[in-house]
């Protein structure tokens, strides 16, 4: 069994005793191994969250970054300095790359944290290729192979030798578990594109069921088209379950639910997902 936790997402849901803030972060429980699977941007937050739900910090075994974005690292410090040891944290070896968005100014969107600061409280494992955490629970690694429907086409930059370049995001990855039903695939903001990733995961561990997929699509400014033709990929895919927040925005929430009926659900924080 697959517990994921939801810690922080934008939204609180519905009579909600919790705090919703714009960032993602699931603590996955699978065969006694707990994944902090990103931070937000508020880790008091989200340590309110877990003490609401009766989670000890001290208990996470490993934390997964998936991408260089504040919204999903902003929280790493403090929730390390609640772990109170120096934890595994995995992540892509490029995190630490100047990130920046110029619209509608110059502002940096990147780990807000230098590598000295985490090292002093964790050990970074930073890997771009594929490989195993524990027995049932995979990286995916840098996702190289894109659809060309999903190619990055958010507005963010880097700079290389000098000169501004258009940022690829690739350092965007997610987690796989190898449940006993089929593959559950846990994404930040699916920068690589939420198809390719599945394809990705599916190519990587030899299992072609997809029992869940859980997290941000990022498709909130995205075309009504790109919209329709993700929703129809994941249902030609065999998707038997959909968990979709944070980045993924209302109207493909909308399609999504209209392909899916019941087997969609909205994420929200305090959300208590069993699979």
Excluded: W
């Amino acid at each position: 069994m697959t517990i994921i936790y939801v810690l922080a997402d934008d939204y609180a849901g519905y009579e909600s005793i919790y705090h919703g803030q714009h960032g993602a972060s699931y603590l996955i429980e699978h065969n006694g191994t707990r994944v902090l699977f990103d931070t937000g941007q508020d880790g008091h937050l989200v340590l309110k969250v877990m003490e609401k739900l009766g989670i000890s910090p001290k208990s996470i075994d490993y934390i997964f970054l998936s991408h260089c974005h504040y919204d999903h690292i902003g929280g790493l410090l403090d929730i390390l300095k609640a772990v109170g040891r120096k934890v595994p944290i995995i992540a892509h070896p490029e995190i630490f790359r100047k990130h920046f968005a110029l619209k509608p100014r110059l502002r940096i969107v990147g780990i807000p944290f230098s590598r000295d600061q985490i090292e002093k409280y964790g050990e970074l494992v930073l890997v771009r290729e594929p490989f195993k955490i524990s027995e049932e629970i995979f990286s995916t690694g840098e996702i190289r192979n894109r659809l060309d429907f999903e190619k990055a086409s958010l507005e963010v930059y880097t700079v290389e030798n000098g000169l501004l370049k258009r940022d690829k995001l690739l350092d965007d990855m997610s987690l796989v578990i190898k449940g006993h039903n089929g593959l559950i695939i846990v994404s930040g903001c699916s920068h690589a594109g939420i198809v390719s990733t599945i394809k990705h995961a599916i190519k990587i561990t030899g299992e072609s069921k997809v029992k869940a997929v859980i997290g941000g699509f990022h498709l909130i400014s995205a075309s009504d088209s790109k919209i329709e033709r993700t929703a129809s990929e994941l249902k030609a895919l065999g998707i038997e379950k959909i968990y979709a927040g944070h980045c993924t925005g209302f109207r493909a929430e909308a399609k999504l639910y209209e392909v899916f009926k019941e087997s969609f659900r909205k994420i929200h924080v305090g959300m208590k997902i069993v699979i």
